[in-house]
């Protein structure tokens, strides 16, 4: 694949507030003029919602953990066909809240696959499509997940039920993460106040963007 755009991703534990803060970072490189296209893992496109809701439905706690694996890559794989590498192509910055470093942390780590066997997965799914820059943004899983139990608005889905241990887990698959691809990742420290958050990862894109 020929790119001519910027990809971008964010990633994060449960409560890390990524969702706010890439909604303003989206509106300001519009204000800009820029050709920005904002989407989400699991979703972003008819397909790939469909599976967001089977993968999330509190309803489906029988899950095993390799099926809930193969799901995303399947989603992952339908977006980025359908929508992300055409907006690349066309030279568009793409917004991404989540993508494969999301697998590797909840599944990988938080499920106990292993990050480099869903790594492999994953690699069938993307081929050699990876982020230029990723955004991480750091809290502590216990404090994203007091977060969201205050938060009114939203829904609590089948993952944000987990049990503490697993989104510990998750953070620690984060970190490995994290050293593995120093060069692409960059943290963020998601426990500032919102508008602190936004600047920061503001400066971060400009200074990649320039």
Same mark, same amino acid.
């Given at each position: 694949?020929?790119?001519?755009?910027?990809?971008?991703?964010?990633?994060?534990?449960?409560?890390?507030?990524?969702?706010?803060?890439?909604?303003?970072?989206?509106?300001?490189?519009?204000?800009?003029?820029?050709?920005?296209?904002?989407?989400?893992?699991?979703?972003?496109?008819?397909?790939? !919602?469909?599976?967001?809701?089977? *993968? @999330?439905? +509190?309803?489906?706690? /029988?899950?095993?953990?390799?099926?809930?694996?193969? $799901?995303?890559?399947?989603?992952?794989?339908?977006?980025?066909?359908?929508?992300?590498?055409?907006?690349?192509?066309?030279?568009?910055?793409?917004?991404?809240?989540?993508?494969?470093?999301?697998?590797?942390?909840?599944?990988?780590?938080?499920?106990?696959?292993?990050?480099?066997?869903?790594?492999?997965?994953?690699?069938?799914?993307?081929?050699?499509?990876?982020?230029?820059?990723?955004?991480?943004?750091?809290?502590?899983? !216990?404090?994203?997940?007091?977060? *969201? @139990?205050? +938060?009114?608005?939203? /829904?609590?889905?089948?993952?944000?039920?987990?049990? $503490?241990?697993?989104?510990?887990?998750?953070?620690?698959?984060?970190?490995?993460?994290?050293?593995?691809?120093?060069?692409?990742?960059?943290?963020?420290?998601?426990?500032?106040?919102?508008?602190?958050?936004?600047?920061?990862?503001?400066?971060?894109?400009?200074?990649?963007?320039?």
């Amino acid at each position: 694949m020929v790119q001519k755009g910027i990809f971008i991703t964010f990633e994060g534990p449960e409560g890390a507030g990524k969702t706010t803060v890439i909604a303003e970072l989206y509106n300001r490189l519009k204000a800009e003029g820029r050709d920005v296209l904002l989407t989400r893992e699991p979703g972003g496109i008819r397909i790939a !919602e469909k599976i967001r809701e089977i *993968i @999330l439905d +509190n309803q489906h706690q /029988e899950m095993d953990a390799k099926t809930e694996a193969l $799901l995303y890559a399947a989603a992952r794989r339908q977006h980025l066909t359908e929508k992300v590498m055409p907006a690349l192509r066309s030279g568009s910055i793409v917004l991404c809240d989540r993508f494969v470093d999301s697998s590797l942390a909840y599944q990988g780590r938080g499920r106990g696959l292993g990050i480099d066997e869903v790594l492999s997965i994953n690699e069938f799914a993307i081929g050699d499509t990876m982020p230029d820059l990723t955004v991480f943004f750091d809290i502590d899983p !216990e404090i994203g997940l007091a977060r *969201i @139990l205050k +938060n009114n608005e939203r /829904e609590q889905n089948r993952l944000d039920k987990e049990s $503490l241990d697993f989104h510990n887990k998750v953070y620690e698959g984060y970190q490995e993460i994290i050293r593995r691809y120093p060069n692409r990742i960059v943290q963020t420290d998601a426990s500032l106040s919102e508008k602190q958050v936004t600047e920061n990862v503001w400066e971060i894109i400009c200074t990649r963007l320039m």
